[in-house]
T-cell receptor, first 115, second 116 residues
Framework: DQQVKQNSPSLSVQEGRISILNCDYT??????FLWYKKYPAEGPTFLISISSIKDKNEDGRFTVFLNKSAKHLSLHIVPSQPGDSAVYFCAASGRHGGATNKLIFGTGTLLAVQP | GAGVSQSPSNKVTEKGKDVELRCDPISGHTALYWYRQSLGQGLEFLIYFQGNSAPDKSGLPSDRFSAERTGGSVSTLTIQRTQQEDSAVYLCASSLWEGTGLYEQYFGPGTRLTVT
């Protein structure tokens, strides 16, 4: 049972345009969401996070939106740059009774930013 | 500052052999996690340490897998009698930890394990 889903395995965007990566979750107990970027042969790099008490968090070119009623979050990258080309993972965790903050990951979306 | 380090970066072993994978977390991070990523899959949680104790081992796939952490720092993941399905990238992450638990995890580069 996939609790965190990234339904688009890949996305191609022109340099300078907006990249929108989507993520859906099923567990209503999740209250903390993160996006990680991963280059080949490297570990995931933390990008941005959002707590369930918020619906938007912005950091430079990266903005994460959370829609709790739809159990949906998205990552917007504006403007997209060729260096943003990587696999993006959505992750979620919950603090329900004794939770360990372990992350549940989606399967990732490969973003290709074309020059 | 130094990030999470893992060794070895690559390990090729024969089916049935035991392997040990090492993780050095970021200094001061009391929480440590092991994940693995099999080919074409997302990251899968294995085990969590708070200090030297492991309150959540729910992700360990079988009793061939074990892990320990000493001195609240270095952790070792051991796989006994390796099988081909154990082939994956094993990732270690660490984070700060307080009551809220809402801290991002920082990952090491991973150990690519290949069982032949």
């Amino acid at each position: 049972d996939q609790q965190v889903k990234q339904n688009s395995p890949s996305l191609s965007v022109q340099e300078g345009r907006i990249s929108i990566l989507n993520c859906d979750y099923t567990n209503s107990m999740f209250d903390y969401f993160l996006w990680y970027k991963k280059y080949p042969a490297e570990g995931p790099t933390f990008l941005i996070s959002i707590s369930s008490i918020k619906d938007k968090n912005e950091d430079g070119r990266f903005t994460v939106f959370l829609n709790k009623s739809a159990k949906h979050l998205s990552l917007h990258i504006v403007p997209s740059q060729p260096g943003d080309s990587a696999v993006y993972f959505c992750a979620a965790s919950g603090r329900h009774g004794g939770a360990t903050n372990k992350l549940i990951f989606g399967t990732g979306t490969l973003l290709a930013v074309q020059p | 500052g130094a990030g999470v380090s893992q060794s070895p970066s690559n390990k090729v072993t024969e089916k049935g052999k035991d392997v040990e994978l090492r993780c050095d977390p970021i200094s001061g991070h009391t929480a440590l996690y092991w994940y693995r990523q099999s080919l074409g899959q997302g990251l899968e949680f294995l085990i969590y340490f708070q200090g030297n104790s492991a309150p959540d081992k729910s992700g360990l796939p079988s009793d061939r897998f074990s892990a320990e952490r000493t001195g609240g720092s270095v952790s070792t993941l051991t796989i006994q009698r390796t099988q081909q399905e154990d082939s994956a990238v094993y990732l270690c992450a660490s984070s700060l930890w307080e009551g809220t638990g809402l801290y991002e995890q920082y990952f090491g580069p991973g150990t690519r394990l290949t069982v032949t």
